[in-house]
Nanobody, 122 residues
């Protein structure tokens, strides 16, 4: 199976930036697409961004377009989420996930990270 280890979460002021990382280990030969989801208190988990195996195709939820950038380093089996111009509404637990096919719903992904807290203050 694949294990995911996340890092980079924390507290930042509105307008600031954070970069999340998620490193995959184990049976990484099965990894194709990678994605980020987030869940705020009292809300459902929502799709944020995804990237294809070769990094050519990306997909974002409308609320983060132009502010967030997803990328990957296949040599290190790592996916990144660069978050700029952060807003208080971005506050959530962020999860990374892996799957065979790029998709925007969680049923596309078989392995999940533990989640990392991102808090954006006004």
């Amino acid at each position: 199976q694949v294990q995911l280890a996340e890092s980079g979460g924390g507290l930042v002021q509105a307008g600031g930036s954070l970069r999340l990382s998620c490193a995959a280990s184990g049976r990484t030969f099965r990894i194709n697409a990678m994605a980020w989801f987030r869940q705020a208190p009292g809300k459902e988990r929502e799709f944020v961004a995804a990237i294809s195996w070769n990094g050519v195709l990306t997909r974002y939820v409308d609320s983060v377009k132009g502010r967030f950038t997803i990328s990957r380093d296949n040599a290190k089996n790592t996916v990144f989420l660069q978050m700029n111009s952060l807003k208080p509404d971005d506050t959530a637990v962020y999860y990374c996930a892996t799957g065979s096919v790029l998709g925007s719903t969680d049923d596309y992904y078989a392995a999940w990270g533990q989640g990392t807290q991102v808090t954006v203050s006004s």
